[in-house]
């Protein structure tokens, strides 16, 4: 029997069977209450469904508000937004550093008048919407705030998330644009200004989902997101907030592997460790702000190009182990993502997948419904130890901040990375029609499959809008936003609201990155 057969991703050896000679007893308590173990509300999804969040953003801000209002009248019940890398990275559509990109794997948006297309005719009172976007998330923030404002909507009715976590993007992604310090601070800027005059709104998603796309394994992927999230949570502690406000305003974000098993036992084991964080470190005493509220995508790097239609099974088996595992919120991805862009026919797939998990299967009717079977609370017990050594590991290593200065995460998780590969093709660890049950005609299958394509003449077009859009602004309050912005950032205040009246008066987003990066310097593309 090969070493590898029968272990996790993690490294934890699956028993031949499991029982009560093997397990240790179950110490379950009850959904809704410390530890959260079975889930954070007392009836979950009797109570309500989880949000289905379908990911969704191409090419001009009307052609992915198409793309939303048709998911909303499928049944979609929350909105989640992917930007384009010069939207990411704070670059405008005519920056030369933007060529072959704008549009391309998400929605451009430069403007306050792009985010007022983007969201044309969606009620910003009544939908929740998720702002995938970090390095530049203070900045799309205000764009989203003015919008609101526009159509005489209180900001402090909006309701959604931010994904705002910048200490993952040093770790696994590289979109940074500045310095941690300052990229810190303005993540920590967001987040204070939402806290204060937001109540809706959840500030910031610390991910563990790009992490694990990146190649970590369940262990590190909860160990570093707490890390991260203490470091956020240290800041805001500084600047006089106490743990019980963020506590209960923190969203979390995770990726849903392939072992459906150990990924169930980890969502439940999350829930706990950062339960005993809060409560025994922080010295929270408001329940809500030891409950762990995360959203789960499942995870685009299981997805093949070989034998695409695969990837619907391995989606809907992901969605299952997240609902299983006490999900809040859930984004399903489409089966051709390893070709390119979701057609709608494969978004509407991944959908339904989510509406039939929700409507015909049963598991939404009753809390925790794996609860007790010893496999799935061994797995858990291991993982909540496993999480715990990782994360006073890193503690006494002084903190993920430092670690990330370093480099020492991103190490680790292109070894796990590389390890799991080797598994992959010494064959110790099968994927279906890439290293095992291969089909003669595949190639020809991807082919001659329709994919989604943005056309390059989108562009153009941009940066002819973005012209137009300069053209009929006054100049003069614009130049004088971004100097009194630029005025801010040196002295130390929050950011935000100097952002919100640049970007209101006509600011661009490439203008806003330029007026902080006078001050921050900038550390990618600047």
Known sequence: MEETAFKTPSGIEIQRYYGPDNSGPAELGSAGEYPFTRGVQKTMYRGRLWTMRQYAGFGTAEETNKRFRWLLAEGQTGLSTAFDLPTQMGLDADDPRAKGEVGRVGVHIGTVEDME??????????????????????????????VARRRGIDPACLRGTLQNDILKEFIARGTQIFPPAPSLRLAADAIEYSLKNLPKFNPISISGYHM?????????????????????????????LSADRCGERLAFFFGCHNHFLEEIAKFRAARRVWARVMKQDYKAADPKAMALRFHVQTCGSTLTSQ??????VRVALQAMAAVLGGAQSLHTNSYDEALALPTQESAALALRTQQVLAHETGVADTVDPV??????????????????????????????????????????IQETAYRYQLEVEAGRRKVVGVNCLKLEDDRQDRENRPVLKVSPALESRQAARLKAFRAKRAAAPVRKALELLSAAAAAKTNLFEPILTAVEAGATIGEVRQALGRTFGETNGG
């Open 212 to 240: 694990r796309e990146a190649g970590c394994d369940a262990v590190q992927e909860l160990a570093f997101t707490f890390g991260n999230a203490e470091v956020y949570l240290k800041e805001l502690l500084s600047r006089g």
């Open 307 to 312: 034998q695409p239609m695969n990837n619907a």
């Open 371 to 412: 609860g007790g079977a010893w496999a799935v609370e061994s797995l858990t017990d291991d993982l909540d130890r496993r999480v715990t050594e990782k994360l006073a590991d890193i503690r006494l290593k002084g903190g993920m901040l430092g670690l990330i200065e370093k480099g020492a995460p991103q190490a680790e």
């Open 117 to 146: 297309r983007l969201f044309d005719a969606i009620p910003l009172d009544q939908v929740s919407t998720s702002l995938k976007i970090t390095s530049t998330a203070i900045i799309l923030f205000a764009f989203y705030v003015a």
